[in-house]
């Protein structure tokens, strides 16, 4: 089973469990009913837990009215505004009409939801079904949270709710309950322009787009050098190597710069894919949350750590892609959820703490599948929640984009250029699927062979045949091996010998790497040539081998 079947299986896997996540059962708050805490009151607490954070009045919420015993409450962001309703008649059948009321003022608005507080499950139910079509939730007196007609919209409603709900819980069990209640709720009403819920574009940093952008350009400049770059098989290997991979040899050699190059390149359409979704998606939050150029300096700083433990835990293997940065991301955020108050604030709701852990076991079981290199995630992670530790949190005057984005996309534009730019001018990554210029000769007897530039030889004997194999990889998408035979008594003992090394052809399935031979007779030795390479150089391996044919001697 390909690598690439195991990661969409697993994707697979993954989703499948969020789904079924829906399904589970409402987290109970027993603790409610047995400190006597029913509707009203249980509203009074609940408001006083969206408007408040820790003692602090929130700048982003605010009471925006009231509605006969409903309390308006207006969030900035996905959360939009919330209809706070208590069951003042206990969750009773006269508790029905009113709903249906407030509901069908606020059915036209997508950007409420209608939070109803106070009854039993069987109450729920009817509230939820006459309040339709308005987005409802429905807090039973356990403080159990059962949501209706969500479809895709934001779940931000919901995670408001249930974490304000949380302290609540953990305030009473402390001995505590503040409350606002509904005299003091009228005069916190504050007048002023209708806010604009409608979703707006998404926020995407400038850094996450220039970043996302130059790894897209990477690959088509890949593809431009060979298509087989698509699939990332065949000369697709050579083009990123000579572009910019992780190499041992070649940085021990002195090519350092393919440590900050190999997170730009990609093996295939679907590594570009997967890593360039999750970094559009992990880096837009966390650039938001401590601003672009500390952002450039975590993903960069992530990309050389990554870059660095592959160097040092693989000797021969030929890495790149963005994984091992995106790792970082993935462990500065981790780092923010579980140990910085002062960027993400605590507690952080258990969807997002349960939401992180369960991203950290799907890359940690990806991680394991052969092919992908390990040491780079790990090296990544490592490197990002370390220096999460010494990042702060953006300025709160700051802007959402900077006013000046030309400098941070010229940074990242330099990045490329000194990491890609130089090792391809320095590799001749146009070259990469170009025939090879001739090098040294390697001697069988007296029979010469001459052998690529750059390619690497080894030489076995077996049964009168000596075979010699030369080996242009990574530089290089060909191979070729010579067969030598003995030397014979005569031409034509030596064409019975030179017919007997290359047999009649074995059908195959269809393959992508292709074998060009050419045949002959040299010193009364017999000689095949067989050039191996992708299928899409079939030209270039049939005019290969037939240059080596020539050269002979």
């Known amino acids: 089973m390909s690598s690439t079947v195991i990661v969409l299986a697993l994707l697979a896997a993954f989703l499948g469990l969020g789904a079924l996540s829906r399904f589970k059962a409402p987290k109970k708050r027993p603790i409610f009913r047995q400190s006597g805490i029913f509707p009203g009151r249980l509203t009074e607490g609940l408001l006083h837990a969206l408007i408040s954070d820790r003692g602090y009045v929130r700048a982003d919420t605010r009471i925006a009215g009231m509605e006969g015993g409903a309390v308006v409450v207006e969030r900035l962001g996905a959360c939009g505004r919330l209809v706070l309703s208590p069951a003042l008649g206990f969750g009773r059948e006269n508790d029905l009409p009113a709903l249906a009321a407030l509901a069908s003022r606020h ?53 408001v709710v249930e974490n304000a709900l949380d302290r609540m819980a953990a305030d009473l069990r402390d001995g505590a309950f503040p409350v606002v209640d509904f005299e003091t709720a009228r005069s916190l009403v504050t007048e002023g322009p209708e806010p604009d819920f409608r979703p707006g574009p998404p926020i995407r940093g400038v850094v996450t787009t220039a970043l996302t952008a130059a790894i897209v350009l990477c690959f088509v400049a890949e593809v431009l050098i060979s298509p087989d770059s698509l699939g ?81 835990f693989n000797e021969s293997s030929v890495a790149a892609g963005a994984s091992g940065a995106i790792f970082g991301l993935l462990g500065a955020f981790t780092t923010f959820v579980f140990f910085r108050k002062d960027v993400l604030p605590q507690p952080v709701p258990r969807p997002l703490r349960n939401g992180v852990l369960a991203t950290l076991l799907l890359n940690l079981m990806i991680s394991f599948i052969p092919s992908i290199d390990m040491a780079a995630h790990g090296g990544g992670f490592l490197t990002g929640a370390v220096m999460a530790f010494g990042l702060v949190k953006r ?80 530089a290089s998408p060909y191979a070729v091996t010579y067969k030598v035979s003995e030397p014979q008594a005569d031409e034509a003992a030596a064409r019975r010998v030179l017919q007997s090394l290359h047999p009649e052809p074995v059908a195959v399935k269809e393959s992508d790497w292709i074998a060009a031979s050419q045949m002959g007779i040299q010193n009364l030795r017999a000689i095949e040539i067989v050039v191996v390479a992708p299928s899409s150089c079939t030209a270039k391996a049939e005019k290969l081998a037939a240059s080596l044919a020539a050269l002979v001697r």
């Open 395 to 474: 300025d709160r005057a700051g802007s959402v984009s900077p006013s000046r984005p030309a400098p941070l996309r010229l940074a990242v534009a330099a990045l490329v250029l000194l990491g890609v730019g130089v090792t391809s001018i320095q590799a001749r990554a146009d070259l990469a699927t170009e025939i090879p210029n001739m090098g040294a000769e390697h001697a069988v007897a007296e029979v010469r062979l001459p052998i690529p530039a750059g390619f690497t030889v080894s030489e076995s004997r077996a049964k009168g045949l000596t075979t010699v194999e030369a080996d242009g990889a990574p």
């Open 107 to 159: 059915s036209p608005d997508r950007a409420t939801t209608l939070v109803v507080v106070g009854g039993g499950e069987e109450f729920g139910r009817r509230a939820l079904q006459v309040t339709a079509p308005v987005r409802a939730l429905h807090i039973d007196d356990q403080g159990r949270v059962r949501e209706a007609r969500a479809r895709f919209r934001p779940t931000a409603p919901r995670l």
């Open 232 to 312: 990332g098989s065949g000369a697709g290997l050579n083009v990123v190597y000579r572009m910019g991979a992780i190499y041992q040899p070649a940085i021990l050699a002195g090519e350092w710069q393919r440590l900050i190059a190999a997170p730009f390149l990609h093996f295939g359409l679907l590594h570009l894919a997967m890593n360039g979704w999750a970094q559009w998606s992990l880096g837009a939050p966390i650039e938001f949350l401590v601003g672009p150029w500390r952002f450039l300096a975590l993903w960069v700083g992530s990309a050389l750590g990554a870059s660095v433990t592959s160097l040092l």
